[in-house]
């Protein structure tokens, strides 16, 4: 049977060990809030271009003439973009006029992606994308939370 001094230090050596992986935890725990604001930001910025109206020209298939130096050119299918002329390298054509389609973009959901705070014990929760319905708290499993910016 061990001494109560082999006992208390092989205690302080566990805590030495406990408290070494602690300030490792501590240092990871930055170093993924750092690359998760970062992604947070990157993912707000996509969401922001995506919740843009995307308008869609599709010219129909057939003959154009270059408005610059009258050159005629056929398409054989539709196309979205209007090549620059074989002969000139201008862009502007005329002919058939384009097929325009605005694509609305989905309604904003009511939870943007960022950090949240349980409003019950504190914990900070992430939430990677926005979302119409928040989680309870992994901690605690109250329902409020509250956005942190």
């Known amino acids: 049977m061990p001494t109560a001094q082999e006992r208390a230090k092989a205690l302080a050596k566990e805590v030495m060990k406990v408290m070494r992986e602690a300030r490792a935890a501590e240092a990871r725990v930055?170093?993924?809030s750092k690359e998760m604001a970062k992604a947070v930001a990157e993912a707000k910025a996509e969401a922001e271009a995506a919740a843009q109206p995307k308008t869609i020209f599709q010219y129909p298939s057939g003959r154009y003439e270059c408005a610059s130096?009258?050159?005629?050119?056929l398409f054989t299918e539709p196309i979205e973009e209007l090549p620059e002329c074989d002969n000139c390298g201008s862009r502007e054509y005329t002919g058939h006029e384009p097929t325009v389609t605005v694509i609305a973009?989905?309604?904003p959901k009511l939870y943007q992606a960022g950090m949240y705070q349980c409003d019950s014990c504190g914990a900070r929760i992430a939430v990677a994308v926005g979302t119409d319905e928040l989680s309870p708290c992994e901690f605690c499993g109250h329902q409020g939370l509250?956005?942190?910016g």
């Open 69 to 73: 130096c009258r050159h005629g050119v």
């Open 146 to 148: 509250t956005h942190l």
């Open 30 to 32: 930055a170093v993924l």
């Open 105 to 107: 973009p989905p309604a």
